[in-house]
């Protein structure tokens, strides 16, 4: 019988072989058993200041696309049953640090149902911008004229029989451009609660002040917030505002650019065209009156401006339920028009 004999190399390959084949099942051992578990993490699970951070970035949101519904499902996700108290320390943490997400935050708060008089004051200010300046035009000097003793110092000597006939050149003046008007601020828009026109009667009309088209320093009043109740809606605190369920009213209330109130005069026009007066709508209440308005009277479709200066408009606010589609319901309206300055 013939001995069969392993060399020392193929020992190697064997032990070669073994290892590697031993790193390939530790690997894939590894593989199964350490294997990352990623666990789902909702907006309610984030730290405070991350959700103080996702509040502004939903106000951020709502102040450029105006859906309050959205909003709505958006601060739902925090899961947070205090949402409004958060929001108002919130505005008043972001004011404190003179950050203009403070006036986004307080929108969306005095949206969805907020009545702290800071954020209420706050949501009727304008949303601060930059005012554009004129760049002061230099004057184009006229070009000095041309003499004929300087033509002689640049003209080559001619002979005496050569006549030398100088040219003449006429100065042109240019014309001095103009400054154009500075282009208009952009104005934020109405708060409307809820939101408008889907959640408003249909008869209801917003037209706002052309501002383009105003002078520089010309003041406007401006449509800045609008809640519509009736008594089949209990949403956006109705129940509990001037009124209360079964009120009928139209709330009017003046207010500056700080959002202080104001004193102003109505321009209420009838349907026969003449001017509502003193006792159709009431005289002018007190700054201490219990609706904090400044006009409080039935509720009617007559189109509502501020005297004094430029106004927006706002008409057909009737008795009529958008919930229950009919009319004669006990409906109410709280508007708020702000002194601006173009």
Same mark, same amino acid.
């Given at each position: 019988?013939?001995?069969?004999?392993?060399?020392?190399?193929?020992?190697?390959?064997?032990?070669?072989?073994?290892?590697?084949?031993?790193?390939?099942?530790?690997?894939?051992?590894?593989?199964?058993?350490?294997?990352?578990?990623?666990?789902?993490?909702?907006?309610?699970?984030?730290?405070?200041?991350?959700?103080?951070?996702?509040?502004?970035?939903?106000?951020?949101?709502?102040?450029?696309?105006?859906?309050?519904?959205?909003?709505?499902?958006?601060?739902?996700?925090?899961?947070?049953?205090?949402?409004?108290?958060?929001?108002?320390?919130?505005?008043?943490?972001?004011?404190?640090?003179?950050?203009?997400?403070?006036?986004?935050?307080?929108?969306?708060?005095?949206?969805?149902?907020?009545?702290?008089?800071?954020?209420?004051?706050?949501?009727? /200010?304008? &949303? %601060? *911008?930059?005012? @554009? $300046?004129?760049? =002061? #035009?230099?004057? !184009?000097?006229? +070009?000095?004229?041309?003499?004929?003793?300087?033509?002689?110092?640049?003209?080559?000597?001619?002979?005496?029989?050569?006549?030398?006939?100088?040219? /003449?050149? &006429? %100065? *042109?003046?240019? @014309? $001095?451009?103009? =400054? #154009?008007?500075? !282009?208009?601020? +952009?104005?934020?828009?109405?708060?409307?609660?809820?939101?408008?026109?889907?959640?408003?009667?249909?008869?209801?009309?917003?037209?706002?002040?052309?501002?383009?088209?105003?002078?520089?320093?010309?003041?406007?009043?401006?449509?800045?917030?609008?809640?519509?109740?009736?008594?089949?809606?209990?949403?956006?605190?109705?129940?509990?505002?001037?009124?209360?369920?079964?009120?009928?009213?139209?709330?009017?209330?003046?207010?500056?650019?700080?959002?202080?109130?104001?004193?102003?005069?109505?321009?209420?026009?009838?349907?026969?065209?003449?001017?509502?007066?003193?006792?159709?709508?009431?005289?002018?209440?007190?700054?201490?009156?219990?609706?904090?308005?400044?006009?409080?009277?039935?509720?009617?479709?007559?189109?509502?401006?501020?005297?004094?200066?430029?106004?927006?408009?706002?008409?057909?606010?009737?008795?009529?339920?958008?919930?229950?589609?009919?009319?004669?319901?006990?409906?109410?309206?709280?508007?708020?028009?702000?002194?601006?300055?173009?």
């Amino acid at each position: 019988m013939t001995e069969v004999r392993l060399g020392p190399r193929i020992f190697l390959l064997f032990i070669a072989v073994g290892l590697m084949v031993g790193i390939v099942i530790g690997l894939g051992i590894a593989r199964l058993m350490l294997r990352p578990q990623v666990a789902k993490v909702e907006i309610s699970d984030l730290s405070s200041s991350a959700q103080d951070d996702y509040v502004v970035l939903t106000a951020s949101t709502y102040a450029y696309d105006n859906d309050l519904e959205r909003a709505r499902e958006r601060l739902a996700l925090l899961k947070d049953p205090q949402i409004l108290d958060r929001m108002d320390n919130l505005v008043k943490a972001l004011e404190g640090n003179k950050r203009l997400d403070a006036v986004y935050v307080a929108r969306l708060a005095a949206a969805i149902g907020s009545d702290d008089s800071t954020v209420m004051a706050l949501a009727a /200010t304008s &949303t %601060p *911008t930059a005012t @554009p $300046t004129l760049v =002061p #035009t230099n004057t !184009p000097t006229e +070009p000095p004229a041309i003499t004929t003793s300087t033509l002689e110092k640049s003209v080559p000597t001619r002979s005496a029989s050569t006549s030398l006939k100088t040219p /003449t050149r &006429t %100065p *042109t003046r240019r @014309p $001095t451009p103009k =400054p #154009t008007q500075p !282009p208009a601020p +952009p104005i934020a828009p109405p708060v409307w609660i809820p939101s408008f026109p889907s959640e408003w009667p249909g008869g209801t009309n917003y037209q706002p002040v052309n501002v383009a088209a105003l002078a520089p320093g010309q003041e406007f009043w401006h449509l800045s917030r609008a809640q519509y109740c009736d008594v089949d809606d209990p949403r956006n605190n109705c129940p509990n505002l001037p009124g209360g369920s079964t009120g009928t009213n139209i709330y009017i209330t003046l207010v500056d650019a700080g959002g202080n109130r104001i004193s102003g005069t109505l321009i209420v026009r009838k349907d026969d065209g003449s001017l509502a007066g003193v006792n159709d709508l009431g005289p002018q209440k007190s700054a201490t009156d219990m609706c904090a308005c400044n006009y409080s009277y039935l509720a009617n479709h007559w189109p509502i401006q501020i005297a004094g200066a430029p106004s927006d408009t706002v008409s057909g606010l009737g008795l009529y339920s958008v919930r229950e589609r009919r009319p004669q319901a006990h409906t109410r309206y709280y508007l708020t028009f702000q002194l601006l300055t173009r």
